[in-house]
């Protein structure tokens, strides 16, 4: 089991800043990859960004390429996700999601990949 505890939402105007944190404590030697995706009301869960802990190779939605940058901190256990210009439409709650090692292809954008997820947190982006 792993569990997953999100940090660092809140309420930025637009252009702002904000750092999520995702810090992972368990059976985490068997994690492959840690996730990010956005869930904004009356809307899918979309994914937002990925990195592979081995090697640290990352993936990104269209809409945040350039605005966000995920990264990981191998000794805290910790994903990280910078976010700058942040618009109005970024505007969700955020959750971090974990998917173990497995024998077959995992598609790091699929929500359906993920084996844990943190509780989410806010964020809010004013215009």
């Known amino acids: 089991q792993v569990l997953l505890v999100e940090s660092g939402g809140g309420l930025v105007q637009a252009g702002g800043s904000l750092r999520l944190s995702c810090a992972a404590s368990?059976?985490?030697?068997?994690?492959?990859?840690t996730g990010w995706f956005r869930q904004a009301p009356g809307e899918e869960r979309e994914f937002v960004a990925a990195?592979?802990?081995?090697?640290?190779?990352?993936y990104y939605t269209d809409s945040v390429k350039g605005r966000f940058t995920i990264s990981r901190d191998t000794a805290k256990n910790t994903v990280y996700l910078q976010m700058n210009s942040l618009k109005p439409e970024d505007t969700a709650v955020y959750y971090c999601?974990?998917?173990?090692?497995?024998?077959?292809?995992?598609?790091?954008?699929?929500?359906?990949?993920?084996?844990?997820w943190g509780q989410g947190t806010q964020v809010t982006v004013s215009s």
């Open positions: 990195i592979i802990w081995s090697g640290g190779s990352t």
């Open positions: 999601a974990a998917t173990d090692y497995s024998s077959s292809y995992i598609y790091l954008g699929k929500s359906d990949e993920y084996d844990y």
């Open positions: 368990g059976r985490t030697r068997r994690t492959y990859a």
